[in-house]
């Protein structure tokens, strides 16, 4: 990627993989037959051709403007139905390219007869459906001019290959000895406080402000080595769930996934687990002021051993004052002079900015002001300058109109939505992807990896490296840029998670095209939607999965929990192969014995995952899948 023009860039990432199928052999004897018009793919290829030399600056100018927004996101639900036509007329090759012949037929005659087929109703309604997305794409080019957007140069950069430098330690965090000192001392005072069997402090202060950095530094910190038997990371977020809190202290602290559905049986287990020990626990970003739900969760935590302590994560007084008493410690704005720091140690080579020209570092200096003391900001913001450390670049960020975006309903902090900018286009699709998980999900970079290259995000390889080496270097990218965090590790080895602001920029940029589909709130699933993640315990509310069934467009179904019930395979048979689409459909860890015969209906399926389920037997039909190019089936063990 590095020094590809950035044209090139959003044309690899968002319009090549539609000029692939347009230009491929399947599409263009699918148009050669009688009765329709090949005029119509060129038609399509010059409408886009006209679109995308203002896509960049359509991207810059979606913080600042909802119309530009609604057309950029009118534009992608339109190309991907352009994708999915276009694949479904290559799969109607497929059959006749794969189907088992008699050994004296030979390829030639199979494809013949599948081309002089006659025109049917499919042909029909494809020509329909092309003609309708290049009325909707050029009526789309003539809004550009009304739009005021404009071709040339934006924020965004060729990524360039460099070490992975912002990966801070935990212990470098800039600003705070004054407050981490004060928290641990306020732990170890708490040890031997009479009546008190566990201690505990709240850390207070506005969203960006770096909570989590501060408790994980504590988290880690060599000077609590060995004085816990047991240490918990325990990410709440918004939607407090006990149930859900319960089990990730249990996976937590046994390092292995939790199969109990009960709050009951998980809250026992847990008790047990810590009884007589002295652990640490970290609740991370907690917003219920619910005493109720305070009490309903510390029950098991009462069985540990004296000088036991709680770190709690918060943006709201409220929830510390419902902690019985444990003292808040308030987090406030940096000083430009650690803000500085801070931008010093992402943005330049030494970390300190010492070797930088002068000018620089009056121009990065004039940035952090703008960064309004907020580390998260700073720090992104930081990492992103590093990719170009020119004069002129600076100078348009300091400059830029984004930094007085108005605040509202969609207020995503200026210096998020300019490192955003600042991506090379490729990254943009792979950072919106993860805007279907839900806030604080860990995950592992392999698996996203699979699920990038199963959606096609990546650019094939010119060389001999595998496409897999492709999406880690995108992954190492986003890592480096701040995009996503290095956190602690529980079960599943090294993970990674997305800050909940950052989250907050995924979900702005991807709109409705990512949904995530909660246990204990109603299923709305937007038209547009192409990209789903559910997290429930189990199936037996059927109704709520006809409601997916509707969504007939949507490219990716994850499964994050191992939910159970009856009518698990159910599910599985009569709702997932109606999504003709679907590219990627993790299953791993549900209730299920099978998968249906009808999964070879999914003919664009490239990912599958049924990894620690109860199947018992593949399907012959799943040989016929003959886009799938990732089947993961660890842990099966009734396969």
């Given at each position: 990627?590095?020094?590809?023009?950035?044209?090139?860039?959003?044309?690899?990432?968002?319009?090549?993989?539609?000029?692939?199928?347009?230009?491929?052999?399947?599409?263009?004897?699918?148009?050669?037959?009688?009765?329709?018009?090949?005029?119509?793919?060129?038609?399509?290829?010059?409408?886009?051709?006209?679109?995308?030399?203002?896509?960049?600056?359509?991207?810059?100018?979606?913080?600042?403007?909802?119309?530009?927004?609604?057309?950029?996101?009118?534009?992608?639900?339109?190309?991907?139905?352009?994708?999915?036509?276009?694949?479904?007329i290559a799969a109607k090759n497929l059959?006749?390219?794969?189907?088992?012949?008699?050994?004296?037929?030979?390829?030639?005659?199979?494809?013949?007869?599948?081309?002089?087929?006659?025109?049917?109703?499919?042909?029909?309604?494809?020509?329909?459906?092309?003609?309708?997305?290049?009325?909707?794409?050029?009526?789309?080019?003539?809004?550009?001019?009304?739009?005021?957007?404009?071709?040339?140069?934006?924020?965004?950069?060729?990524?360039?290959?460099?070490?992975?430098?912002?990966?801070?330690?935990?212990?470098?965090?800039?600003?705070?000895?004054?407050?981490?000192?004060?928290?641990?001392?306020?732990?170890?005072?708490?040890?031997?406080?009479?009546?008190?069997?566990?201690?505990?402090?709240?850390?207070?202060?506005?969203?960006?402000?770096?909570?989590?950095?501060?408790?994980?530094?504590?988290?880690?910190?060599?000077?609590?080595?060995?004085?816990?038997?047991?240490?918990?990371?325990?990410?709440?977020?918004?939607?407090?769930?006990?149930?859900?809190?319960?089990?990730?202290?249990?996976?937590?602290?046994?390092?292995?996934?939790?199969?109990?559905?009960?709050?009951?049986?998980?809250?026992?287990?847990?008790?047990?687990?810590?009884?007589?020990?002295?652990?640490?626990?970290?609740?991370?970003?907690?917003?219920?002021?619910?005493?109720?739900?305070?009490?309903?969760?510390?029950?098991?935590?009462?069985?540990?051993?004296?000088?036991?302590?709680?770190?709690?994560?918060?943006?709201?007084?409220?929830?510390?004052?419902?902690?019985?008493?444990?003292?808040?410690?308030?987090?406030?704005?940096?000083?430009?002079?650690?803000?500085?720091?801070?931008?010093?140690?992402?943005?330049?080579?030494?970390?300190?900015?010492?070797?930088?020209?002068?000018?620089?570092?009056?121009?990065?200096?004039?940035?952090?002001?703008?960064?309004?003391?907020?580390?998260?900001?700073?720090?992104?913001?930081?990492?992103?300058?590093?990719?170009?450390?020119?004069?002129?670049?600076w100078e348009k960020v300091r400059d830029?109109?984004?930094?007085?975006?108005?605040?509202?309903?969609?207020?995503?902090?200026?210096?998020?939505?300019?490192?955003?900018?600042?991506?090379?286009?490729?990254?943009?699709?792979?950072?919106?992807?993860?805007?279907?998980?839900?806030?604080?999900?860990?995950?592992?970079?392999?698996?996203?990896?699979?699920?990038?290259?199963?959606?096609?995000?990546?650019?094939?390889?010119?060389?001999?490296?595998?496409?897999?080496?492709?999406?880690?270097?995108?992954?190492?990218?986003?890592?480096?840029?701040?995009?996503?965090?290095?956190?602690?590790?529980?079960?599943?080895?090294?993970?990674?998670?997305?800050?909940?602001?950052?989250?907050?920029?995924?979900?702005?940029?991807?709109?409705?095209?990512?949904?995530?589909?909660?246990?204990?709130?109603?299923?709305?699933?937007?038209?547009?939607?192409?990209?789903?993640?559910?997290?429930?315990?189990?199936?037996?509310?059927?109704?709520?999965?006809?409601?997916?069934?509707?969504?007939?467009s949507v490219r990716t179904f994850l499964?994050?929990?191992?939910?159970?019930?009856?009518?698990?395979?159910?599910?599985?048979?009569?709702?997932?192969?109606?999504?003709?689409?679907?590219?990627?459909?993790?299953?791993?860890?549900?209730?299920?014995?099978?998968?249906?015969?009808?999964?070879?209906?999914?003919?664009?399926?490239?990912?599958?995952?049924?990894?620690?389920?109860?199947?018992?037997?593949?399907?012959?039909?799943?040989?016929?899948?003959?886009?799938?190019?990732?089947?993961?089936?660890?842990?099966?063990?009734?396969?």
């Amino acid at each position: 990627m590095k020094g590809m023009p950035i044209g090139e860039l959003f044309l690899g990432a968002f319009l090549q993989v539609l000029f692939d199928r347009i230009a491929s052999q399947p599409v263009l004897d699918f148009f050669q037959r009688d009765g329709l018009d090949k005029s119509r793919l060129s038609y399509l290829e010059t409408v886009l051709l006209m679109l995308e030399p203002v896509l960049d600056n359509a991207e810059e100018k979606q913080f600042t403007s909802g119309r530009v927004k609604e057309w950029l996101h009118r534009l992608k639900a339109a190309v991907f139905d352009a994708e999915d036509l276009l694949d479904q007329i290559a799969a109607k090759n497929l059959p006749s390219s794969v189907e088992l012949e008699p050994e004296s037929q030979s390829w030639g005659v199979v494809v013949r007869n599948f081309v002089s087929s006659p025109f049917n109703s499919f042909e029909k309604k494809a020509a329909s459906r092309i003609d309708d997305i290049i009325q909707i794409l050029d009526s789309m080019a003539s809004q550009i001019p009304i739009l005021g957007l404009t071709a040339g140069a934006s924020l965004s950069t060729a990524s360039q290959t460099r070490s992975t430098t912002s990966l801070m330690k935990e212990s470098e965090v800039y600003g705070r000895k004054e407050e981490k000192d004060r928290i641990i001392q306020l732990l170890l005072s708490q040890e031997n406080e009479i009546g008190r069997a566990m201690g505990g402090v709240a850390i207070v202060g506005m969203g960006g402000m770096g909570k989590t950095t501060l408790a994980r530094s504590i988290y880690h910190d060599d000077g609590f080595e060995g004085r816990f038997d047991k240490k918990l990371w325990i990410h709440v977020s918004n939607d407090f769930d006990v149930v859900g809190v319960t089990r990730s202290a249990l996976e937590s602290i046994t390092s292995k996934p939790c199969k109990l559905h009960s709050l009951e049986t998980m809250q026992v287990e847990l008790s047990e687990k810590l009884r007589g020990k002295k652990f640490l626990v970290v609740l991370d970003d907690v917003w219920s002021e619910r005493i109720e739900d305070w009490e309903l969760l510390c029950c098991p935590f009462n069985n540990g051993a004296q000088g036991s302590g709680i770190i709690v994560t918060t943006r709201n007084e409220g929830v510390a004052d419902i902690m019985g008493g444990f003292p808040k410690v308030r987090l406030h704005k940096l000083s430009n002079e650690d803000g500085w720091s801070l931008l010093s140690r992402y943005a330049f080579q030494s970390g300190s900015g010492t070797d930088a020209d002068s000018q620089l570092v009056k121009i990065g200096q004039e940035i952090v002001e703008k960064c309004d003391g907020l580390p998260l900001a700073i720090k992104i913001l930081g990492s992103s300058l590093r990719s170009k450390l020119e004069r002129k670049h600076w100078e348009k960020v300091r400059d830029s109109n984004i930094w007085d975006l108005p605040g509202g309903k969609n207020d995503i902090l200026p210096a998020l939505s300019l490192s955003y900018c600042f991506l090379p286009s490729p990254l943009k699709r792979c950072f919106a992807y993860c805007a279907m998980f839900p806030k604080g999900y860990e995950f592992e970079m392999d698996k996203l990896v699979l699920l990038w290259m199963a959606e096609g995000f990546l650019d094939s390889p010119n060389d001999n490296t595998v496409i897999e080496e492709v999406g880690d270097e995108c992954f190492m990218e986003l890592l480096s840029r701040s995009f996503f965090d290095e956190v602690t590790v529980q079960y599943v080895g090294q993970s990674y998670v997305i800050h909940d602001l950052v989250h907050d920029l995924a979900k702005f940029v991807s709109g409705d095209f990512c949904a995530y589909l909660e246990q204990n709130k109603p299923w709305k699933i937007a038209e547009r939607a192409r990209h789903i993640s559910c997290r429930w315990d189990n199936y037996d509310d059927f109704a709520r999965f006809e409601a997916l069934s509707k969504a007939r467009s949507v490219r990716t179904f994850l499964s994050l929990r191992s939910p159970c019930g009856q009518d698990a395979d159910r599910v599985t048979g009569e709702i997932l192969p109606k999504l003709d689409p679907l590219r990627v459909l993790s299953l791993s860890g549900d209730d299920i014995i099978e998968l249906p015969t009808a999964i070879d209906d999914l003919k664009q399926l490239r990912y599958l995952d049924v990894s620690r389920s109860g199947i018992i037997v593949l399907p012959d039909s799943i040989c016929t899948l003959c886009n799938l190019q990732t089947l993961l089936l660890q842990r099966c063990q009734r396969l």
